[in-house]
């Protein structure tokens, strides 16, 4: 039975561990056991196991039959999964949220283009990336598929540190998100949707690991 003291918990351990997985310390693959995750966070395994059923529906950690919970794949299987998955239901919800968009929404929208643009860090520009597609989605009314897109989005975000790592990262200006906005702002939907998918596509491109 989860408990209030409980939920308290599993959003530790989640939140503890989806870090370690996006920021790459823990590798694909890795092992999880709920016995050692327990000890580490003085729990019992009640919370462990609703944590790493959260991590699984947030496209982190898979449950493989006679292996256990373990870190996700980063393979060109998994990157195209993601990115497919991303370039759907995003777009779905930009069709239902585009209509809503007010001028707060959009100033929220640039602000999280211009930390972007502004980013020093790759761990400041993904903040702002992730701010950026949350706000473009926000006023959609659907809270399910914003639930699946954030689970996504965390996946994304391993995919862009993973490339970090081995490519390097360097300050630049985001001439996609900024389409998008200005597509937006003309209430050209179409266009905007279509530049989403160019975009998330590209994204996927830059991320697959060479063949």
Same mark, same amino acid.
């Given at each position: 039975?989860?408990?209030?003291?409980?939920?308290?918990?599993?959003?530790?351990?989640?939140?503890?561990?989806?870090?370690?997985?996006?920021?790459?310390?823990?590798?694909?693959?890795?092992?999880?056991?709920?016995?050692?995750?327990?000890?580490?966070?003085?729990?019992? *395994?009640?919370?462990?196991?609703?944590?790493?059923?959260?991590?699984?529906?947030? *496209?982190?950690?898979?449950?493989?039959?006679?292996?256990?919970?373990?870190?996700?794949?980063?393979?060109?299987?998994?990157?195209?999964?993601?990115?497919?998955?991303?370039?759907?239901?995003?777009?779905?919800?930009?069709?239902?949220?585009?209509?809503?968009? #007010? #001028?707060?929404?959009?100033?929220?929208?640039?602000?999280?283009?211009?930390?972007?643009?502004?980013?020093?860090?790759?761990?400041?520009?993904?903040?702002?990336?992730?701010?950026?597609?949350?706000?473009?989605?926000?006023?959609?009314?659907?809270?399910?598929?914003?639930?699946?897109?954030?689970?996504?989005?965390?996946?994304?975000?391993?995919?862009?540190?993973?490339?970090?790592? %081995?490519?390097?990262?360097?300050?630049?200006?985001?001439?996609?998100?900024?389409?998008?906005?200005?597509?937006?702002? #003309?209430?050209?939907?179409?266009?905007?949707?279509?530049?989403?998918?160019?975009?998330?596509? %590209?994204?996927?491109?830059? %991320?697959?690991?060479?063949?």
């Amino acid at each position: 039975m989860i408990t209030a003291d409980n939920v308290t918990t599993v959003a530790r351990i989640a939140d503890s561990i989806a870090e370690r997985i996006i920021s790459g310390a823990l590798e694909p693959d890795a092992p999880l056991r709920q016995d050692h995750v327990a000890r580490e966070f003085n729990s019992s *395994h009640v919370p462990v196991r609703e944590a790493f059923r959260q991590l699984q529906a947030q *496209h982190l950690v898979v449950a493989v039959p006679r292996r256990g919970v373990r870190v996700a794949p980063l393979d060109t299987r998994s990157v195209k999964e993601i990115a497919e998955m991303r370039a759907a239901l995003e777009v779905v919800a930009l069709r239902h949220s585009a209509p809503r968009l #007010t #001028t707060a929404h959009l100033a929220r929208i640039e602000l999280a283009l211009i930390e972007g643009d502004n980013a020093k860090t790759i761990e400041e520009f993904e903040t702002a990336n992730r701010a950026f597609h949350q706000a473009l989605v926000a006023p959609c009314g659907m809270p399910r598929l914003l639930a699946s897109l954030d689970g996504l989005q965390l996946a994304n975000s391993r995919l862009v540190f993973a490339m970090a790592r %081995t490519v390097g990262w360097r300050p630049r200006s985001n001439q996609d998100h900024r389409l998008i906005l200005q597509a937006l702002r #003309t209430r050209n939907i179409d266009q905007a949707c279509n530049l989403l998918t160019r975009h998330i596509q %590209t994204i996927e491109r830059l %991320t697959l690991p060479a063949s």
